[in-house]
């Protein structure tokens, strides 16, 4: 199986199709990466270099694989960062490619505005084309607490109100909404909503000393294998969840503020602790 994955890149560190891309090849897929922006380093560490891709060059990327006839083969897209609105306008035209050749393409859309504590950070037209017409158009969808509540419109501040906000949203166009870093006391929540039925995993909060970026991405690519490999969402999502846990315990007893991808790859097919998805609604 073949997947498009359409997201940042960067010369250092585990972010973007980095991260996503590692977690998909690790579990056994072909993967084909279309960068929006290329970056030295994560703009978390206070400087970096680098550049958002010119729309038209994203643009073109996705043409020459279509006429290669690669979009035709895709089992799957991804999309993540996307830099501008109209690279997000030229990813959604290839999905709909995707879909119009493989009608059982699967897209999963990682919303990615912003954060808790950090807000919105993408530029301008982002936040709306994603509540629009990508949502529209995918089968999953993975947005984190804050943007949950960006998409939906309704406070987040619950795992009740996490289920809620996540049906709002199933009500748009995906059959799954995956709502991560819902927090719960001393636990972080990650919970999987069908139109018919809810599962949340749950997982210490770990006392991570340093910030470290990637997780979203990590467990999106995660996700979207688990699904591929024909397994059902509660499956899916406690493999995916259970896989990242590893990653991050690797991380925090390493000290690192990149995630420990290479030095943990085993765990992210054979997760050493499973955490089981519990029935919530």
Known sequence: ?????????????????????????????ETCRVDTVQFSNHPGYGSFAGAVAPPAQVAALLDGLDRAGVLAGCDAVLS??????????????????IKAARPGALYLCDPVIGDDGKGVYVRPGIPELLAGEALALADVATPNRFELEILSGQPVDSLAAAVGAARALLARGPRLVVATGVAAGGEVLCVAVEPAA????????LPLPLPVNGGGDLLAGLLLGRLL???????????????????LERTLAAGRRELALPMAQEALAAPPRLFAAVPVG
């Open 1 to 29: 199986m073949t997947v498009l994955t359409i997201s940042s890149a960067v010369s250092y560190g585990w972010v973007g199709n980095r991260a996503s891309v590692f977690a998909l090849e690790r579990l056994g897929f």
């Open 80 to 97: 993540g960062y996307l830099g501008e609105a109209a690279s997000g306008a030229a990813a959604l035209a290839a999905v709909r490619r």
């Open 198 to 205: 809810a599962w949340a995993v749950r997982t210490p909060l």
């Open 229 to 247: 490999e024909g397994r059902q969402a509660p499956e899916a999502l406690s493999l995916a969840v259970s896989g990242l846990y590893a990653v």
